[in-house]
């Protein structure tokens, strides 16, 4: 089994920053691909930031210059630190892995997401 632990969404005002950590824990082989979606009411779920299985970081064009993905492989933990936070921000946060556990191949896993909202 493999667990995904939230942490740091809340409410924040416009152009403020949040900063957003994931920890994945549980029977992990490895991780080779981690970050955030988000999904606000009405709309789908979206990337925001991403480590790739190339070695890559990937951004959702709407955040690019904005956020910043960081990550501790040791402690298998991903950071996504928001700043010039927009209203349009305002979604719940979900926490993605790629995980090779000791019980099977390469399984995506979700945390249970946690809530963004910025106000004007």
């Known amino acids: 089994q493999v667990q995904l632990v939230e942490s740091g969404g809340g409410l924040v005002q416009l152009g403020g920053s949040l900063r957003l950590s994931c920890t994945a824990s549980?029977?992990?082989?490895?991780?080779?691909?981690m970050g955030w979606y988000r999904q606000a009411p009405g709309k789908e779920r979206e990337l925001v930031a991403a480590?790739?299985?190339?070695?890559?970081?990937n951004y959702g064009d709407s955040v690019k210059g904005r956020f910043t993905l960081s990550r501790d492989n040791a402690k298998n933990t991903v950071d996504l630190q928001m700043n010039s936070l927009k209203p349009e921000d305002t979604a719940v946060y979900y926490c993605?892995?790629?995980?090779?556990?000791?019980?099977?191949?390469?399984?995506?896993?979700w945390g249970q997401g946690t809530q963004v909202t910025v106000s004007s």
């Open positions: 480590f790739t299985s190339g070695g890559s970081t």
């Open positions: 549980g029977s992990i082989v490895s991780i080779n691909a």
């Open positions: 993605n892995a790629n995980v090779l556990s000791y019980y099977g191949p390469y399984r995506e896993n």
